[in-house]
């Protein structure tokens, strides 16, 4: 565990790094851990993996939705923070979300467990905020079986606290309870992935970027576009997406030339109410990316032609609906 912490800390920057047994336990416990509680207000995107909202209302916190932008990052522009208590930014699809437009004293917790390895102007994403996160999984940047996770954080009073709430709120059977915490500690064997994919993550952060290069390159004359990143951003290439018509319908095709591609996302938070009473604000990148984005394989063990096969499936399922479809 140590080791692994240690070599977070080498590749992020950060000066503490705690090992969690998921992206997700990191995400609730950096919410005890900045002191959220029922009722207060937390601004997040409207659209992610649910596990980026869900901790803030598992503690009874409200959420304030903000949409997305044309790049698929939480715009983070003319922001009403009357009565938000923190802030959760979420980069999405390799990239990672404006910082310097945040000019507040919140508290901001990075959920950053898709942008480990992209870069913010140059600087590791996962350096910014009090808190960050990193999520690791099979479709991750740095990939193991199952899910582990990662918290970071420059914060010594943070970092005391998230060692007492991954185990619980103690350290020990016998130790003083401190905090209130969930049984999100580490164990070796998980341990030795983690540190195993980190020890290789460049690697497959390379060929992530060489099927990247060939995809742009098959699909630059095809008239079909995808997903561009922010200039301010530098994308760990994490999802490759295409904007299609029907992002369905065309995953469907796919799926009967034997490609498998996946919808990233689907939700319009603000919109369901087993989240919390829903809202008639409009969320118009949000509505575009949940129609038309498709995510394509893009994993580093990708063969010659399994590539070959992706793109000419892409070109076969293609029709004239699917052209020039931009947010």
């Not at 437009?101 to 870069?119: G, H, R």
């Not at 193991?144 to 059977?173: K, P, V």
């Not at 938070?269 to 829903?278: D, G, L, M, N």
Request: net charge neutral.
């Amino acid at each position: 565990m140590l080791a692994c912490e240690e070599k977070l800390q080498q590749l992020t920057g950060r000066r503490y790094a705690h090992i969690v047994t998921s992206g997700t336990a990191g995400l609730i416990i950096m919410h005890l851990a900045l002191d959220i509680k029922a009722g207060d207000t937390i601004l997040a995107t409207n659209m992610s993996i649910p596990s980026s909202i869900m901790p803030a209302r598992v503690l009874g916190a409200k959420l304030k939705f903000v949409d997305i932008d044309k790049f698929g990052q939480q715009d983070l522009n003319d922001l009403d923070l009357s009565d938000v208590k923190a802030i959760i930014t979420t980069g999405l699809y390799g990239d990672t979300h404006d910082h310097d437009l945040l000019k507040t004293e919140l508290p901001i917790i990075n959920d950053s467990c898709q942008a480990f390895l992209a870069k913010y102007k140059g600087v590791e994403a996962t350096k910014f905020g009090d808190l960050s996160s990193i999520s690791f999984a099979q479709n991750k940047t740095a990939p193991i079986f199952g899910t582990y996770g990662a918290i970071l954080t420059d914060r010594e009073d943070l970092s005391e606290r998230i060692r007492h709430m991954r185990r619980c709120g103690n350290l020990t059977r016998d130790s003083e309870i401190k905090h209130i915490g969930i049984n999100a500690q580490p164990h070796a064997d998980k341990c030795v992935q983690v540190y195993t994919s980190l020890e290789y993550v460049d690697t497959w952060h390379k060929r992530r970027q060489e099927i990247a290069s060939q995809y742009d390159e098959s699909f630059k004359t095809l008239g079909i576009e995808t997903r561009q990143s922010p200039s301010y951003s530098t994308t760990n290439h994490h999802k490759y997406v295409l904007f299609v018509n029907d992002n369905r319908q065309f995953a469907k095709k796919l799926k009967e030339h034997g490609v498998d591609s996946n919808l990233h996302y689907t939700y319009n938070f603000s919109k369901i109410e087993a989240i919390q009473e829903t809202n008639n604000l409009q969320y118009p990148m949000t509505d575009f990316f949940t129609k038309h984005a498709l995510t394509i394989p893009s994993n580093p063990w990708l063969k010659k032609d399994e590539i070959k096969k992706v793109i000419e499936s892409v070109k076969d399922c293609m029709t004239d609906q699917d052209t020039a479809i931009c947010p």
